[in-house]
């Protein structure tokens, strides 16, 4: 196979498997916001900030004692099954098990006996105590889960990851605290349902894991030496993921934990309204990301650095196009996002998810340049950013959430502040990754008519600020306008001749993964994954 039908096949791949993303993506973020809107509106933006900050807390607990092994095995198991070395596979995935739920037990156990202190002198406030005590308990639950997930990920099991990670956990939280909030319980509601979710991950992701991959838990045959180098190339990778991950946490929810202390729950409360929508920007990134890493790892083992040269390009201008117009609708109407999904308590929040969006948009188009410096294998370059990106972002919090007033003029809770921080630190950082990816490996996500996709851009937006003066906002006009916008954007992008013969052979092959799945569902011939 020559280095063009590589690539074609690789975009294919992608593009098929997005499918399957793209409908776990969209149930992922219809029931989690369905959830998330559900606490915020049944129990206020006091209690949904400090479910906010119990979410933070478990995260870095269970990041810092995942050990980064989750991630190690993601880059390794698609390395060596390039060369088709079955027992190292094998013991890949056996070593880090064991290790694993001892970690998770201990970490667990620490939590538990530390949630009074971090309650009381961090965040001041008692009702904290219940919630990150008996999430405790969840934090070996969680990082087994990540593990298993990551296994599925390496093998390129997308549909299962898909279902499970995005589709399944989601539903069981909604279930369940739909029916506990229906019968009048309270905190109990959060509590139970949050854990059920994370508990079917865990026992659904095992079950794929042992009976679709069964040869994993077989016996190997490797000399000590071979072990012994295995192990040296994990934990060499892995160690610093377990600060990237910290640092990671640190870095995307410094903003929350800085407005808890600073402001209190209420605040976080509120931020957290904008948050969610702002994220949806990573939607589209995240389509193809969860393929494209293990992908190009398998092609860099093969050394074939001109298949992923193009499809860095060609995932860049993909997502570009189609996270434009979100982020010019998203920047246009915050309010109404906001008053739709969170209502009108969260109102206050337009300007901070304004200001995430930016941020967000912005990593969105480079976050291509990460995976390129991952797949490398230059994990202390990607910690060495991102605790640089953190400590910005930490400096930024400290100076502009107490300064919040004078800054935007107005009473905002410190939020506002709290957004430009962690936009700037965003920016810097993928600025980072996109310099260093063009240094290290001569690639640059970009293509030449991302720039014409943005100028053309120009013309529906300015049609849709006109047209917004003549229209009362609510959720009728927002949808015809948005719809509209959306129609003259795709119809300029067609009409200029900014999708090349790629983007064309892909939304054919689109099309056609598509009806096949849809066959597939109704005709009950095949196993859907």
Known sequence: MNHKEKFEASL?????????????????????????????????????????ISI?????????????????????????????????????????????????????????????????????????????????????????????????RAFEKIGWYSFIFNILQNLVKVIVVGILIFFSFETEAIITSYFLGITSIVVFAYLVCRYSLPYLFESYNLS???????????????????????????????????????????????????????????????????????????????????????????????????????????ILFPGAAINILFGQEYLSAGNSLRILSIGIFFSSLFLISSQLISMAGKSKLVLFNMVFASLLNIILNFVFIPMDNILFIENSQGINGAALATAISMIFLYLLFLFQAKHYLSILPIRRKMVNILLISIIPTVILVYLRNFVRTNIISILILSSLFLLVYALLIIITKSLDKNDLMIIGSVISKFYNFKNRIFNQKNPLF
Do not use: C
């Not at 993506?25 to 400090?50: N, Q």
């Not at 060499?236 to 800085?258: A, K, R």
């Not at 402001?263 to 995240?286: D, M, Q, R, T």
């Open 224 to 330: 000590k030496k071979a072990k012994a180098n295995i192990y040296k190339e994990l934990f060499s990778y892995s160690w610093p993921i377990i600060f990237l991950g910290v640092i990671g946490i640190i870095f995307y929810w410094i903003d929350s934990i800085f407005l808890g202390y600073y402001k209190g729950a209420f605040s976080v409360g509120l931020y957290n309204a904008a948050v969610p929508i702002a994220v949806l920007l990573s939607f589209v990134p995240e389509l193809f990301i969860q393929l494209f890493f293990p992908l190009i790892t398998r092609e860099y083992s093969k050394t074939n650095m001109d298949v992923i040269k193009e499809l860095s390009k060609q995932v860049g201008k993909w997502i570009f196009i189609i996270n434009l117009p979100v982020f010019i609708l998203i």
């Open 12 to 52: 294919k791949l992608i593009a098929k498997s997005s499918i399957i993303v793209f409908i776990g993506i969209v149930f992922s973020k219809i029931l989690s916001y369905i959830y998330r809107i559900a606490i915020a509106r049944y129990f206020g933006p006091e209690i949904y900030g400090l479910f906010s």
């Open 56 to 152: 933070v807390i478990i995260a870095l607990f269970t990041t810092f004692f995942s050990m980064g092994l989750g991630d190690g095995i993601l880059r390794f198991i698609p390395f060596y099954r390039g060369r088709n070395e079955n027992d190292k596979i094998k013991y890949l995935f056996q070593t880090p098990l064991l290790a694993l739920i001892v970690s998770g037990i201990f970490a667990g156990l620490i939590l538990f006996f530390t949630s009074d202190f971090i309650s009381l002198n961090i965040f001041h406030d008692s009702k904290l105590i219940i919630l990150l005590k008996i999430f405790s308990f969840l934090i070996p639950i969680s990082i087994m889960s990540g593990f298993f997930l990551s296994v599925l």
